[in-house]
Structures are given as structure tokens and as C-alpha cells.
């Protein structure tokens, strides 16, 4: 079993606490986090609610672009 990475996932820039999180974890695990952070967005909750991807259900949202973005890094880090 390979460790990726550690993806931070909920995360609300205007929260204090969300910044700190983000702030020791990146401390903590230098080099192990994505640099992707998947944010807080309402429409990557209701997502499931309906039986759909992020990505089919509102693929212009920023939760979808988040997770393209992930996509993205993975893509690059094993190319």
C-alpha cells in the first residue's frame, strides 16, 4: 500500500480554524499533502443526494473544480 498524498477536504477559507488546520498540517506532513484542498461547497453535498458525481451533477462548481484539480495533480505526480 502507497500513500498518495493527504488531500484536506471541507475546508472554508473564511474560518479561522479551517486556515489553521490547513496551516499545521502542511507543517506537519511537509511534502506529503496535495496541493489541492478540496473546499466547503454546497453543491458537492447535495451531489449525492441525487445519485451523481460532482462532476455530472454541476461540473462548474468550484467542489468539481477542486476535484479536477486533484485529478490533475495525480496526472502530473505519476507522468
Do not use: C
Not at 500513500?3 to 486556515?19: A, F, H, K, P, V
Not at 511537509?30 to 451533477?57: D, M
Amino acid at each position: 500500500l502507497d500513500i498518495e498524498g493527504l488531500l484536506l477536504t471541507m475546508y472554508d477559507s473564511r474560518l479561522r480554524l479551517s486556515n489553521q488546520v490547513v496551516e499545521e498540517v502542511n507543517k506537519h506532513f511537509e511534502g506529503l499533502t496535495f496541493k489541492t484542498t478540496i473546499q466547503r461547497n454546497v453543491r458537492l453535498s447535495e451531489a449525492p443526494s441525487y445519485g451523481e458525481s460532482i462532476i455530472n451533477y454541476d461540473a462548474s462548481s468550484k467542489g468539481s473544480e477542486n476535484y479536477l484539480s486533484l485529478a490533475n495533480e495525480l496526472i502530473q505526480k505519476n507522468a
